[in-house]
């Protein structure tokens, strides 16, 4: 199994412009989450999937938004990219029998 | 909502010196506290967790302890090792919720020196 895995590994995007961070599971897992990490700040929670068609806000939701059509895929869109969401951002995912979350390796993103 | 601090923000201790860090937590209702390790360029990883049922856990090198009265757990690590430099998380959830949404704490950068 690949496990988790994200796309791009980092990205430069400037003020105002869209993209789209992809994350795959290869693993069944229902649930899957979406965090941002800022230096020193832990990871803080953005949007959280706990099956395919089902999505809710986190801690951080604002400028972001999710969608889950499957159960292997939960892409971010980042619309009108601002300064405030530079950032590591990472996909996590976790199956029904267990709490353990699996993190894929981040995508680094600098907005400027 | 919980609310997770983490002590110390970073640590340097001699290898095969033992490495404490503490997380307060301050939801009452969270039943479950697992910690991670991060390193540098990657993903974090669950490395131990702790059910409210439990006041320590041990795997190996690395224990847990939990003390629900205080609201308080903390990471032990003995025999330190190069490979254990790191950041590490705290993390609290409350098991049962639809979602197990964790909080975390702001991660402590250990420092194992040779």
């Known amino acids: 199994n690949a496990g988790v895995t994200q796309t791009p590994k980092f990205r430069i995007l400037k003020i105002g412009q869209s993209m789209t961070l992809q994350c795959t599971q290869d693993m069944n897992h229902n649930y899957m989450y979406w965090y941002r990490q800022d230096p020193g700040m832990g990871l803080k929670l953005i949007y959280y999937s706990v099956g395919a068609g089902i999505t809710d806000k986190g801690e951080v939701p604002n400028g972001y938004n999710v969608s889950r059509s499957t159960t292997e895929d939960f892409p971010l869109r980042l619309e009108l990219a601002a300064p405030s969401q530079t950032s590591v951002y990472f996909c996590?995912?976790?199956?029904?029998?267990?709490?353990?979350?699996?993190f894929g390796p981040g995508t680094r993103l600098t907005v400027t | 909502g919980e609310n997770v601090e983490q002590h110390p923000s970073t640590l340097s201790v001699q290898e095969g010196d033992s490495a404490v860090i503490k997380c307060t937590y301050s939801?009452?209702?969270?039943?479950?506290f697992p910690w991670y390790k991060q390193e540098l360029g990657k993903g974090p990883q669950l490395i131990i967790d702790i059910r409210s049922n439990v006041g320590e856990k041990k795997d190996q090198r690395i224990a847990v302890t939990l003390n629900k009265t205080a609201k308080h757990f903390s990471l032990h690590i003995t025999e330190t090792q190069p490979e254990d430099s790191a950041v590490y998380f705290c993390a609290a959830s409350a098991i049962g919720g639809s979602a197990r949404q964790l909080t975390f704490g702001s991660g402590t950068q250990l420092t194992v020196l040779p």
């Open positions: 996590a995912s976790s199956p029904p029998t267990d709490y353990e979350q699996y």
């Open positions: 939801d009452s209702a969270s039943n479950y």
